[in-house]
């Protein structure tokens, strides 16, 4: 990217990076006064790296002069959990067609749950995510899971922090939310009802990694009417649990997660 920062403390990269996580959470496409708003940028600097980015693909234009994800970045981003996505692919549409429900599986990415693949049930159930996206980890089943089985450290400075609540349901008060990760470490899976879109539920289990750690969580998710019923699918699910652990056994624990220290925003 050309060109220098005349903004004290950020660089170009970062307001080229501002300018594209004005994109993260809409879908839509969007004017250049909207990406000024979003971003805080001066409109000529909006302007200048719009046009550098859509030179480069990582955004497109369309007839109205409005711009979205452009396919170059597109196409980047499916090498982000490739290798685990690749591995587990069979395993997760193998847990699909034994259960005929929504399975997912998930790895931390900071305070999120980044879905790295999924296989969706043709039931009708709210979807709150897609392969990609990515939620709060005290508001999904996975999430739960990747935060229970986490090192002490990790969960108390998650703790700390101010929790969205996604939806009347979720669970935002800490000491409850501690009580809460403390049975799914004792009992080896979590659930959901509610708490991320209002008519589904779910439900997760841990996949160990050899470093004896987490290295991602599988799910399922269904309609809420089924909430009670859940957990007749945790044969299943820590069944195809163990198969996905033993299929990555070999892959280091470092290109399946991009952990990140909540306490300082910085990857460690």
């Known amino acids: 990217m050309a060109g220098r920062s005349n903004e004290p403390g950020r660089s170009v990269v970062s307001k080229a990076l501002a300018v594209l996580a004005a994109f993260e959470n809409d879908r839509r496409a969007l004017s250049q006064a909207e990406i000024v708003e979003l971003t805080g940028l001066p409109q000529s600097t909006v302007h200048r790296l719009l046009a550098e980015l859509v030179e480069w693909g990582a955004l497109g234009r369309d007839a109205h002069g409005r711009y979205q994800v452009g396919m170059r970045l597109w196409e980047l981003g499916q ?5 685990l996505r690749e591995i587990a692919r069979p395993f997760v549409l193998d847990l699909y067609s034994l259960t005929r429900e929504t399975a997912q599986i998930a790895v931390r990415d900071g305070t999120d749950a980044l879905y790295i693949d999924r296989a969706y049930s043709s ?7 897609r392969v990609g996206g990515r939620l709060p980890l005290h508001a999904t089943a996975v999430g ?3 935060l229970a089985f986490e090192e002490p450290w990790v969960r108390e400075a998650y703790l700390q922090q101010d929790l969205a609540a ?7 008060a800490p000491q409850r939310l501690a009580e809460e990760l403390a049975a799914v470490r004792e009992q080896g899976w979590a659930s959901t009802a509610e708490e991320v879109r209002l008519g589904a539920c779910s439900i997760a289990v841990p996949v160990p990694h050899r470093e004896r750690r987490i290295g991602a969580a599988l799910g399922l998710v269904m309609a809420s009417n089924q909430a009670a019923g859940m957990t007749r699918h945790l044969p299943t699910l820590r069944g195809v649990a163990q198969q996905i652990e033993a299929a990555t056994a070999h892959v280091p624990l470092s290109t399946i997660r991009r952990a990140v220290d909540p306490r300082s925003g910085t990857r460690p």
């Open 123 to 129: 039931k009708r159930v709210p979807r709150a995510s």
């Open 166 to 172: 996604v939806t009347p349901h979720t669970h935002v």
């Open 144 to 146: 739960k899971v990747l």
């Open 79 to 83: 090498n982000a959990g490739r290798q």
